[in-house]
């Protein structure tokens, strides 16, 4: 709070508004309390909200509350709705059992079972966050079943995965979420299949490293030995059960498919949530979904949209990604470096901003301007600083599926920010060590001809 303070009553430095010199003051604070766990994150976000208004960052509550009216923080709410109810219809158990028994009692089999379902299902379920809402029931009841404590190193590993590393998988389809669908936009002239050409290497990679570095870290665990089940045929899916799969089925293929139809995939999310709470053919009372459905993760999402709007409206955002351009330049003999410059500039960025659609709005184009001016591929600076910033989480509130991870206890806010840290430098060897190389041979160099 006295850092807070502070930073308000400092005056402001060359270029930066008075306004965003405010919202920076509010973001240091609530960053500070997200990843102390201080209080409670939901409590933070409110504070959050409070703060923008009260120092004069926005212009009034309208501005503060942004993020409320934004259609991810619905389309989340959605994709909860669709994991609580394959929980609630017995699908998660049913898929567990078969997760279990193909593990024949080996946490190591169980662990690699879900790494290796991550690329599979983004073909079905190209949202990281619906994965995510799906999965965590899964694995909540096969870490339940098995008699694996809540805070045992087996359930972090798991849990980290979907934290960290499920989000990897879907950035190598161009059409895999808001983080390539956004970068490609902002780089342009990037289709389909030169994106996932670009992008399949370096990202499955990252994906391998990113699992291997979580085993590691939680390596106790996979020392465990499960507890068979008992034996006997898996019987067939009752109406519950049918009617969570075709919702969840209808709402994949809406996704699938938005290239078609152009829905805001907000739609497909809300449709479900519908049905699914609607009596007579979802599976869910509206008394049950009020009461199990997390409302921390809405009001974290959704303070912490309202605060990358403010960064970039206050000027603020602008501001940090200048500070990127000042010297590399003069690295213009040094290619390399010049990334290597973009990327550690881009780190500080990435923990002011929660939202990614805002560091890579603030980023992007100034990673490739200066590439332009420093005689580096442009396209290459670009895709550079986006795997830096989605590479890493510090803190839950800067993705939607770590929220869900978070909200149930089985990582701290600690735990998140150490592996952001780790795969920050793991980001950057990939960068340098994988992906400059790979992309010279599928044509694009690092020098701009």
């Not at 308000?8 to 997200?34: D, F, H, N, Q, Y």
């Not at 209808?250 to 809300?270: E, I, N, Q, R, Y």
């Not at 940090?320 to 003999?333: K, S, T, Y």
Request: charged share 10%; glycine share 8%.
């Amino acid at each position: 709070m006295a850092l807070c303070a502070a930073l308000i009553a400092a005056p402001s430095p060359a270029g930066l508004p008075e306004a965003g010199k405010r919202t920076l003051a509010i973001a240091v604070l609530v960053i500070v309390l997200w990843c102390t766990e201080a209080l409670p994150a939901a409590v933070t976000g409110l504070i959050l909200v409070a703060g923008l208004v009260l120092t004069g960052a926005v212009p009034g509550f309208r501005e503060a509350l942004a993020g409320f009216s934004d259609p991810v923080a619905y389309f989340l709410i959605g994709v909860l709705t669709i994991g609580l109810a394959v929980s609630r219809s017995g699908l998660a158990e049913r898929v567990a059992r078969f997760f279990l028994r193909r593990s024949r009692g080996s946490a190591r089999s169980l662990y690699w079972q879900l790494l290796l379902a991550f690329p599979l299902l983004t073909l079905i379920l190209p949202s990281a966050t619906t994965r995510t809402g799906i999965l965590v029931h899964v694995y909540e009841q096969a870490l339940d079943m098995s008699g694996v404590p809540r805070r045992d190193p087996l359930a972090g590993a798991i849990m980290m995965a979907l934290n960290s590393i499920n989000r990897l998988a879907s950035t190598v389809l161009l059409t895999g979420g808001i983080t390539p669908m956004v970068a490609a936009a902002l780089i342009g002239g990037i289709n389909w299949s030169q994106w996932l050409l670009l992008m399949s290497v370096p990202y499955l990679a990252l994906l391998a490293i990113g699992a291997l570095l979580i085993y590691l870290l939680y390596r106790r665990g996979f020392a465990r030995r499960l507890p068979p089940l008992a034996e006997g045929r898996a019987g067939p899916l009752n109406g519950r059960e049918w009617r969570t799969l075709l919702i969840t089925a209808g709402a994949s293929l809406l996704w699938l498919t938005d290239s078609v139809h152009h829905f805001h995939p907000v739609v497909p999310a809300l449709l479900a949530w519908i049905l699914l709470v609607t009596p007579g053919i979802g599976v869910l009372s509206w008394n049950e979904f009020e009461r199990n459905i997390g409302w921390t993760n809405f009001f974290v999402l959704a303070s912490s949209l309202s605060l990358a709007r403010a960064l970039i409206d206050s000027g603020a955002s602008g501001w940090l990604a200048q500070l990127i351009i000042q010297g590399v330049p003069q690295f213009r003999d040094h290619p390399a470096l010049v990334i290597g410059v973009l990327m550690l500039a881009s780190v500080p960025v990435r923990m002011l901003i929660p939202n990614i659609t805002g560091f890579l709005a603030a980023t992007i184009p100034i990673a490739m301007s200066i590439g332009d001016m420093a005689g580096v591929n442009p396209l290459i600076c670009g895709l550079s600083v986006m795997i830096a910033g989605d590479a890493v989480l510090y803190y839950p509130a800067q993705s939607a599926s770590s929220l869900v991870i978070y909200e149930r206890g089985y990582l701290t806010a600690g735990e998140i920010f150490r592996f952001g840290v780790i795969m920050t430098l793991a980001a950057f060897l990939l960068v340098m060590l994988v992906a400059l190389p790979y992309w010279h041979a599928v044509g694009e160099p690092l020098r701009n001809l």
